[in-house]
């Protein structure tokens, strides 16, 4: 369940991905140009397949940089 | 029992709501205090807090806000100037999956859902929360002729609730003009927690 890549889904809320995964935070700030927004203020309770669809997010992309972001972090509790 | 109190004031996004989550986690907190700074971290500690089963109030406290969470039996002192949640007798959730209201006639249901959605607001403050899901949804995008009562409903402190998916369905992302675009785990919860769901599909 470690495997960034399997526990990093888009039906995570961005909350849940942030607190598994503390690294994350960097790439949801790195996003928010392109999102035109704050991800971590506005969209914390959705789904990152939501915030894709409303920032207009490429949600693969997202998902990548987000897993690549956890598994630096190594190997969780 | 297990009063705690956390100072989050300084912190951005998403900090105030994390730290309030290890606490949550840890289970048996009855009463939770977290102060902030901004009013980002305020709506989403509360956010945060309702989801997870606590009453939620929020006061101004100096130029920061003091965001308290309580649940089981345990009843905070409540200033007077209290948030809706604390002062209604119960919490009344009306779901609202359609555009209009009815079968038989479609001209006749939009305008049984005008008539019901501005006679809403005599639920009083027992009217908790507004969820917008599937045609549901085009009440509160641009244009929609009920885009107004809607907006006075949630001026006036009922919580509205649009579902996300169904918005990116319909394409109406962009358009939506009231309410916070949601998600099912967060429709879910609020029906848990109301005291009462009314459903019109």
Not at chain 2, 114 to 132: D, H, N, P, Y
Not at chain 2, 171 to 198: C, F, R, S, W, Y
Request: proline share 2%; with cysteine; hydrophobic share 40%.
């Amino acid at each position: 369940m470690s495997d960034p890549h399997e526990s990093i889904t888009p039906e995570m809320t961005l909350l849940e991905v942030l607190h598994q995964h503390r690294r994350t935070e960097s790439v949801f700030r790195r996003y928010e140009r392109e999102a035109r927004g704050c991800l971590l203020c506005h969209a914390l309770f959705d789904t990152l397949a939501e915030a894709a669809a409303k920032y207009g997010l490429d949600l693969d992309r997202l998902l990548q940089d987000l897993r690549e972001a956890a598994a630096g972090e190594g190997h969780e509790s | 029992m297990n009063n705690r109190e956390l100072d989050c004031r300084g912190q951005a996004c998403p900090h105030p709501v994390l730290k309030t989550k290890e606490i949550v986690d840890q289970g048996n907190v009855l009463e939770l205090t977290v102060l902030v700074d901004n009013d980002a971290a305020r709506q989403n500690v509360s956010r945060f807090l309702e989801r997870s089963g606590y009453e939620v109030q929020a006061a101004a406290r100096g130029a920061d806000f003091a965001v308290t969470g309580t649940r089981g039996q345990e009843s905070a002192a409540i200033t007077p100037e209290d948030t809706w949640e604390e002062t209604a007798a119960r919490k009344i959730l009306v779901l609202l999956g359609t555009d209009r209201l009815g079968t038989g006639d479609d001209d006749l249901g939009r305008k049984l859902i005008a008539s019901f959605i501005g006679t809403l607001k005599e639920m009083g403050r027992e009217l908790w929360c507004l969820v917008l899901l599937n045609a549901g949804v085009k009440l509160a995008v641009a244009g929609s002729e009920l885009l107004a009562s809607i907006q006075e409903l949630e001026e006036d402190g009922v919580m509205v609730l649009v579902c996300g998916t169904c918005l990116n369905h319909f394409q109406l992302l962009e358009q939506k003009q009231v309410g916070e675009t949601t998600n099912m785990l967060d429709i879910v919860t609020h029906m848990q927690l109301a005291d009462q769901v009314i459903s019109l599909t």
